[in-house]
């Protein structure tokens, strides 16, 4: 039997992005949005309890066709 020790996730400082996706019709699109957050979990809450306001920011920029790299990113002010 081999032991060995697994690696820790990378802990990355600064603001974090948090990706998901939204259905477009039978499809889905990725999406992504860049906080100022300091955790991961700040960020996926932010995103949780402001879900219905950054969806409807992502499905404009899925209607304006706004992508970069197949991916509609929204920024936090």
């Known amino acids: 039997m081999r032991i060995g020790s697994r690696a820790k996730p990378k802990l990355e400082q600064g603001p974090q992005t948090v990706l998901f996706e939204i259905a477009n019709g039978n ?3 990725a999406c992504s949005l860049k906080t100022k957050f300091l955790t991961q979990n700040q960020a996926s809450r932010y ?3 402001n879900w ?3 969806e409807q920011m992502a499905r404009d920029c899925l209607a304006k066709q706004c992508f ?3 991916r509609i990113n929204l920024v936090m002010i």
Do not use: A, S, V, Y
Request: glycine share 8%.
């Open 27 to 29: 499809m889905r699109q």
């Open 47 to 49: 995103l949780r309890q």
């Open 52 to 54: 219905n306001r950054i």
């Open 68 to 70: 970069e790299d197949g």
